[in-house]
Structures are given as C-alpha cells and as structure tokens.
C-alpha cells in the first residue's frame, strides 16, 4: 500500500491514493496540485459588464444600423459540467448593432469570461453569450455558433477517436429569429472568416 504523504484533506490526493496510485512516485508529484489549478482556472468569477459597459456610438453622419459585425474562430476552452473533462473548440460571435457598438476584442473576451466562470454546458455558453450581448449592446440581434470536441466523449464512454466527433450549437436572439436570410448571411460570414 502506497504511503499517504499529502494531507486526508486534499480531495485529489485523496482519490488518487485510493486509487492506488503511489504519491510518492516522481511522476505523480504534485500532480494532484496541478488538478486543483487547472480547475480553478475555470471556476473564475466573471460579469460581462466588465467587457460590454463601454460602448461606442457613430460620428459624424455615420450610422452602425444594419451592418453586422462577425467575429469567427474565437478560441473556446471550457470544462465539462458532467466529468470535469476539456472541451476545445472554437466561438463565433456576431451581431447587429442598433447605435453602439464595443470595442472588437470585448467578443473574445465574452467568450473567455464565460466558458471560464464555471465548468458549464457547452449549450448554455452558447446562450449566455448571445443573452450578455443582448442585455448590453441592445443590438437588432445576436448570434453565437460554437463547435467544439468534448473530453468525456473522445476519453470515457464511447471513446470517440479525437476529432472525429464536433458538437455544434448555436443561440440566436432578436431579429435573426425571424429572418432566414440574416441568420444565412451570418453563417456566410463564418464560412468566408474561416478562409485563412
């Protein structure tokens, strides 16, 4: 039997020991430390007021209305509610500005805040996204599309082989509701941003 070397209290050492995994091996050390960082990385307190609060309205004769901004391939890390597993992926985030826009970095800063304030489903991400910008921006529309390879399906359960499985889902709030077109004309957008 493996000799307890870290404190009963340390939750990861505690299942690893029981698990018969020897603590004391080089290999392991500090490996239960490295756990607890890794999911603290994703349990970060996170308001969308601090990306979206400041925004910009039109000069001059300009006006923002209509013009849709799209920002494709925004790098989606998150961890899995149900195994605590990764899940890697990409965002793309788009919306229709009613006289304010924000600033273009904000988009992929929503992104991180969100998939990184609690371990989450991959679904409500999607919607929180297009909720925040609804809420601060006030735009005609917004749109979220995330696909991403989920942990718990390439490593436990089915095992699928990496990258062979993509989960796809999407959130669409205001006028991209209702018009087929200006939700075809977002996923254009994507196709032509992911062109690199």
């Known amino acids: 039997m493996a000799e307890r070397l ?3 209290d340390h939750i990861m050492a505690q ?3 029981e698990a018969g995994v020897n603590l004391a091996d080089p290999n392991f050390l500090g490996t239960s430390e490295r756990w607890l960082k890794y999911l603290h990385h994703y349990l970060q307190p996170y308001s969308a007021e601090q990306d ?13 209305d209509h013009a849709m901004i799209v920002q494709v391939g925004i790098p989606y890390r998150a961890v899995c509610a149900h195994h605590l597993l990764p899940v890697l992926g990409t965002a793309h985030v788009g919306y229709i ?11 992929s800063r929503v992104v991180y805040g969100i998939s990184h304030a609690m371990p989450s489903l991959q679904e409500d991400v999607c919607n929180r996204i297009t909720a925040e910008l609804m809420i601060y921006l006030a735009p005609l529309g917004a749109m979220c599309v995330i696909t991403a390879e ?13 990258g ?3 989960t796809v889902t999407s959130s669409v709030k205001g006028v991209f509701i209702g018009r087929i077109e200006t939700r075809q004309e977002f996923y254009d957008l994507i196709k032509i941003g992911s062109r690199r």
């Open 6 to 8: 870290i404190p009963e």
């Open 150 to 162: 989920h942990g718990c399906m390439a490593a436990r359960g089915v095992e699928e082989a990496a």
């Open 164 to 166: 062979c499985v993509q």
């Open 15 to 17: 299942v690893l020991f």
């Open 52 to 64: 979206l609060g400041v925004t910009f309205r039109p000069t001059g004769e300009g006006t923002y």
């Open 97 to 107: 500005p009613n006289q304010k826009v924000v600033g273009l970095s904000k988009l």
